[in-house]
């Protein structure tokens, strides 16, 4: 409804058009005025009023006819109608409820009465319309609740998907919009290391299957643990053995160190589980491998099932650092030793003959941290 209510008012008589506008002006009423029946459909249309008074006997278009049409408009079916009569009130009551008519009056009118029935009638005409507003808004909002549901839903199933292969702060940084698509190939500068246990196929050749699942629970376990803390990225578990990136998806101020910090705290927390299994009867240890380069990361496998991969030289040379590593020994490249000669204590461990590589390459075994000045 408008600041100042528009009334229409409809009669065939202009002194009576002039008297009803005049009185309701002066109320500080916006007053629109038709002399007859179609004069006034078209004001309804055009002007669209806040309430209408409409005379009963007009010429050709009488005013239950007008008031019906008014009904018959999905726009205007609730628009209030008042019907003005000079006849029989009891009479002309009812044939305007039929016709759909809101109130009455009478003529001559009575002022007092008309601007009451006026207000009054106008008053529940701004209650109803703010009840089509908020249902209006409340049909927005549940519109909007169902995207955000719906986009909610989406997100937890990246979200699914990403925690396969991402610390969880690093998943919730992507879904977030904050960090680009993982899965989406690209090439970047990473390191790698690879986790692997010794002695583990020789316990599994002498262990029941429950004892075997228990040892990589707890193993597993720590290596999750230690991944999220360090802030890298599994590419797979394979039974015993785990490869993890760093570098990728989030950059690291220095990936090389984040990684070797990783290798040492899982030599550790292995060797503490060892004690627990050599109880048992259990000889294992771990070995572990890093190596920096450049790789091609991205989603590899089929519809329905892929996997998170690193393609490169960096990741073989990883691979094999990790298989030539005794128990407890972390064995990195020359490119991660070179990176890092200033902050950890190493001993040289030759040149090794790997798979896949010629010549000897040169690799060193990390002892420890140096400590801070």
Known sequence: MSAAP??????????????????????????VTASDGDEALERVKDSKPDLVLLDVMMPRMNGYDTCRAIRADPATGILPVVMVTALDPAGERIKGIEAGADDFLTKPINVQELLARVKSLL???????????????LASWNATLEARVEEQVAQLGRLSRLRRF???????????????????????????VFVDLRGFTAFT??????????????????????IAAHEGTIEHFAGDGVMIIFNDPVALPDPALAAVCFAIDVRQAVAALAEGWR????????????????????????????????????????????????????????KVFGRLEDRVRAEPAGDLALKGFHGGVAAYSITGLREEP
């Open 166 to 192: 991402l610390s969880p702060k690093v998943a919730d940084l992507i879904v977030a919009g904050q960090l680009d698509d993982p899965l989406a190939t690209h090439r970047r500068e990473v390191v790698i």
């Open 123 to 137: 008053r529940v005409q701004s209650l109803f319309q703010e009840v089509e507003r908020q249902k209006k808004e």
């Open 279 to 334: 109880k048992s009867g259990y000889s294992l240890g771990c070995g572990v491998g890093v190596a920096q380069g450049f790789a091609t990361i991205g989603t590899i496998g089929f519809e329905g099932r892929y996997d998170y991969g690193t393609i490169g030289t960096v990741t073989n040379l990883a691979a094999r650092l990790c298989g030539e590593a005794k128990a407890g020994q972390v064995l990195v490249s020359q």
């Open 6 to 31: 528009r009334i229409l008012v409809v009669d065939d008589v202009a002194n009576n058009v002039k008297l009803l506008a005049d009185l309701l002006a002066v109320r500080g009423y916006e007053v």
């Open 205 to 226: 050749e002498a262990a029941e299957p429950e004892e075997v699942f228990g040892v990589l629970r707890a193993y597993h376990a720590e290596i999750g643990r230690l």
